[in-house]
C-alpha cells in the first residue's frame, strides 16, 4: 500500500510538471502579444491624433466653394509656347465672365508639396548669406491669390494687362522674406534662379520683387505633416521661353482654379461651353471641389493608421483566444492533480505501515 501511495504521489509530482511548463510558457506568449498589441494600439494612436491635427491647422488658403480643373493641351496644337499660353489668358477671362464666379486663375495645386526647391540669387544691395538661398518656382496669372484667398501682405499683385517685353516680376512669400532678406523690405529687390557660379545663371532673367504673400501649407505624397516652403511666384505670361507647366506624352498640362459664390460650385456644362469656344476638340472633365483635394492627401496616411488598428484588434483577438487556452489548460492541471490527490487522501497512513 506504501508502494501504491508513493506511486500515486510521485505519479502526481510526474504529471504536473509538463502542465505546469506549458502553462508558464502559454503565460509568457500571452504576454507579449498582449504587449504588442498596446504598441501597435499607441502607434495608431499617435497616428490618428497626427491626421486631426492635420486637419486641423491652417493652410493659408481658402478652400471653401474653390472648385479646380485641368486641361491637356496637345503639343500638336500648341507647340508654341504662346500660343498655349494665349488660350490660358483667353479661357481665364471667359471664365470670370460666367455668372457665379467671382474669380479665377491658373496655376498649381496648393496642397501639392512635392516640387523642389531651386537656388536663387539676390542683386546687390539684397541680404547677405553664406549659402546660396532656394525656393521653390510657382508660376500663377492674375487673381491667382484673390481666388486662394491667400492675403497680400506688401506691394501688390501681378497687373491685369502686362506686355512681353515688360520687366519680369516676381512675388514671394512670407517663408522668403523671413529666411532671406532677415527683417528688410524686400519690395524691389530683384532675384534671378540658378547656381551663381553656373555660367548659364548670367543669361537668365532678374525677377523684381512687387510684393509679399502669406504662406501656405503644402504636404508631400505619402508624407505626414504638412510644411511652408520658401516660394517665389512668377507671372506666367513673362515665361514666355521657358517650360513652364507639365508636357507628358505630346501634351502640356493646364490647372486652373475658380472660386465661385454658388453652394454647388461650377457645373461642368459651363466650363465645357467656356472651353469649346476656344477650342472645341478639347476633352473637358468634372470640376474638384479643392476641399477634397486636401482630403485626397491625407488618404495615405489614414490607410496607414487603419492598417494599424487592425494589426492590433488582431493581435488582440489572438492574444485573448492563447489566454483562454491557458485557462483550459490550467483546469486540465487542476483536475489532473486533484483526483490523484484525494485517491491518496482516502487512503488509511496506518494501514500503509503495516503493510510495510
Known sequence: MHQALRGALGGTTRSLTPERNG???LTWITSAQIALALVLLTGAGLLFSTLLHLEAQDFGFGTARIQTFGLSLPNRRYRDLSNAIDFEQKLLEKLRQIPGITSAAS???PTAGDALAEVFSVSEGGPESTDHPRAVRVTVSSQFFETLRIPLLQGSDFPSRIREDSEPLAIVNEQVAQRYFRGAN??????RFGVPSDPNTA???????????GGTR?????????KSDPQVYLDFRQERKSPIGATNWGRRKCDFLVATDARDGLASSELQRA?????PELPVGRPEALTKKVM????QPKMRAQVLIGFAGISLLLAALYAGAAGVLLAVAILAA???????AATDPMTSLRAD
Request: without cysteine; positive net charge; aromatic residues 10%.
Open 203 to 213: 543669361r537668365a532673367p532678374w525677377y523684381r520683387i512687387v510684393g509679399v504673400v
Open 107 to 109: 496655376g498649381p495645386d
Open 186 to 191: 524686400p519690395i524691389a529687390a530683384h532675384i
Open 338 to 344: 486533484l483526483l490523484p490527490a484525494r485517491r491518496a
Open 296 to 299: 485626397a492627401r491625407l488618404t
Open 218 to 226: 503644402s504636404i508631400a505624397y505619402n508624407a505626414d505633416a504638412w
Open 23 to 25: 502553462v508558464n510558457a
Open 275 to 279: 472651353v469649346w469656344k476656344l477650342d
